[in-house]
């Protein structure tokens, strides 16, 4: 087909993209893959309009073939910095994949969609491509391979940021890294140091890595983070100008890794945590030891923090601006109203959802051949308990040897 | 789905569906994007702009006037003034809205959006007033209402806040928790028992 570019511009032209979407994917990939740069506005309009008209059934057909399409289109758009241009026909893209196996699956197109919504700062749209919950893979009917999953997880945690859902950003980055590796790859080592930050905006502190990370990440990690790490006792402090000097000393370091940013919110969510700890402490205070004690400038100021706190949420306290006094209250909610209860039954739907989930999952697994063999080559092993000593005393001689 | 138009947006104005102006404005963007037409004109941009504000979407309103290209910023005066509201929101600085939101001199297109978001964020600053002060001044009240001092007592006290004759300072009224209407509560428990007999029947199983 590489030979032929020239007739495959007249074959596109004499094929229907609903009726031939098949012929018309295999022909288009490669028009597309050589296709001079002149015409590249011409192929972009293509690539959409057949995506926006192609076949479901057919695309099944070829799943790698669309998702190399896909990649093709989110190229071209980068190149030429119409980032916006693909967000909705990705979408499509993601839509007609998931009509063939289910809407909770994972696509090669969402990491594609998700790069170019960030790219074009569209985070509202890309934070509701994430609502969507992703409860399976299928790489057979969709085309996807690990790199996509990884992708996925990396830039839907950075929209996560971009919208201050800092907890659903963790879980997604905390996915990219322990999922599982046989080496440390730039992707995970990216998620990593993200995931540091948010956690320090978070949590104020790491949290250590869990048990199933890939032995060799944890290691790897360790050595490519170390700025982090620093970052991360400095913290510990709450000491403010410290952490901010530290940001500004290793600037080029954070902005190569494009967390320039990010630093910054760390370094000013340090005043809110101090006052979080205060409520700790303390059931009233004066505006003007406030101040001195999270070194704010002045009573006004220990205001304004105080009432962008109680907005958010983050606290719940009644200044009398009179005394000059805060008093720091518990949260008034007394989860008997109706609103509350709708919540609660909100939360039960989607555990049960889950647990049926699971609970299907549970079956594939133990009726999965590879599963039943290891079970019962180990049971074997258990039930004739003393030849297990016998079978590894010979091997441990060899290794001596 | 019927398409979205540059029209669709000025009806919703018109129709006064002012907290769906955000979504039909960025469900617009989207498609405006991908058929490769050339940017929306700037009144688009603020309408959309101000329903963000008007939704307290502060995080999407920034992410928006960076999407908007220069080309389009740079010659709208309007398009200008409705981010300084957003840049003052963004700063938690009621005062710079309030001045803000009366500054311009908007158009007809684009006036009643202004008027809501004023009226909301109006309403959103008097509830965070009555969560976060015992006591407040008159004077200080009014720099987070846009109002004089003399407007801001009997229009906080037309909303139940009562003035302490001695010290002259203001205090907001006492919130009684809501309940829906009787026959509401009713059909609720109800379809309460039937969900619970489910989440019962889903654990023994």
């Known amino acids: ?61 070829a799943p790698e073939k669309f998702a190399s399409l896909c990649h093709r289109l989110r190229d071209l758009l980068i190149s030429r910095t119409e980032f916006a241009r693909g967000v909705l026909p990705l979408h499509w893209a993601i839509g007609k994949v998931q009509q063939r196996c289910s809407a909770e699956h994972l696509t090669p197109q969402h990491a594609d969609c998700l790069q170019l919504c960030l790219l074009a700062k569209m985070y509202r749209h890309g934070g509701e ?35 201050k859902k800092y907890q659903k950003a963790l879980d997604l980055f905390m996915h990219a890294i322990t999922s599982p590796a046989q080496s440390v790859n730039a992707i995970t080592v990216a998620a990593y140091k993200r995931h540091a930050l948010v956690s320090l905006i978070l949590h104020a502190q ?41 940001v500004d000393s290793h600037e080029q370091a954070f902005k190569a890794d494009n967390n320039l940013g990010l630093a910054h919110q760390v370094v000013a969510s340090v005043p809110r945590r101090s006052i979080q ?92 051949r590879t599963y039943l063999t290891r079970v019962h080559a180990r049971e074997r092993n258990v039930r004739y308990g003393e030849h297990e000593d016998y079978e590894l005393a010979p091997q441990r001689m060899f290794d001596t040897m | 789905m019927s398409p979205i138009t540059q029209e669709s947006v000025h009806a919703a104005v018109a129709a006064k569906e002012f907290s769906r102006i955000a979504e039909i404005c960025g469900r617009l963007e989207l498609e405006a994007a991908a058929s490769g037409a050339p940017p929306l004109p700037a009144a688009i941009d603020s309408l959309h702009l101000l329903g963000l504000l008007h939704d307290g979407d502060l995080n999407e309103a920034r992410f928006l006037w960076k999407r908007i290209p220069a080309s389009v910023k740079e010659g709208d005066a309007e398009l200008e003034a409705t981010w300084r509201v957003g840049q003052a929101m963004w700063r938690r600085d009621s005062q710079g809205v309030h001045e803000a939101l009366k500054a311009f001199d908007w158009s007809p297109a684009v006036e009643p959006m202004v008027a809501a978001v004023a009226d909301r964020y109006t309403h959103t600053m008097i509830q965070l007033l009555a969560r976060s002060f015992s006591t407040i001044s008159p004077s200080h009240a009014a720099t987070f209402l846009g109002l004089t001092t003399q407007e801001a007592l009997p229009f906080l006290e037309a909303k139940g806040w009562k003035q302490d004759a001695a010290t002259d300072m203001l205090s907001p009224p006492v919130v009684q928790g809501g309940k829906g209407g009787e026959a509401e509560e009713e059909l609720r428990q109800l379809a309460q028992v039937k969900r619970l007999t489910e989440y019962v029947f889903n654990l023994e199983h």
């Open chain 1, 206 to 246: 790491l949290s250590p890595l869990p048990k199933f990370t890939p032995g060799i990440v944890q290691r790897g990690l360790k050595a490519c983070c170390q700025d982090y790490h620093d970052l991360a006792s400095i913290y510990s402090s709450r000491d403010a100008a410290e952490l901010k000097k530290f």
């Open chain 1, 129 to 163: 491509l994430l609502q969507g919950d992703i409860l399976d893979i299928d790489p057979k009917k969709t085309g996807l391979v690990h790199r996509d999953f990884l992708l996925y997880c990396f830039y839907g945690g950075t929209i996560y940021v971009g919208l």
């Open chain 1, 277 to 368: 700890r205060l409520t700790h402490t303390y059931l009233t205070l004066s505006l003007s030891d406030l101040a001195s004690s999270v070194h704010l400038s002045s009573p006004a100021e220990a205001e304004k923090y105080l009432l962008s706190m109680i907005a958010d949420g983050e606290m719940f306290a009644h200044i009398d601006q009179q005394a000059g006094m805060v008093s720091f209250e518990e949260d008034p909610e007394k989860y008997d109203s109706l609103a509350m209860a709708a919540v609660v039954e909100e939360h039960i739907q989607r555990s049960t959802k889950l647990s049926k989930k699971l609970a299907l999952v549970h079956e594939q697994i133990s009726s999965d």
């Open chain 1, 1 to 61: 087909m590489a030979k032929h570019a020239v007739q495959l511009d007249t074959l596109l032209a004499s094929l229907d993209p609903a009726l031939h979407s098949l012929a018309f994917l295999f022909f288009l990939d490669a028009h597309a893959a050589q296709a001079p740069r002149e015409l590249s506005d011409q192929v972009v309009g293509t690539i959409i309009n057949f995506i926006k008209l192609a076949a479901p059934t057919q695309l099944a057909l």
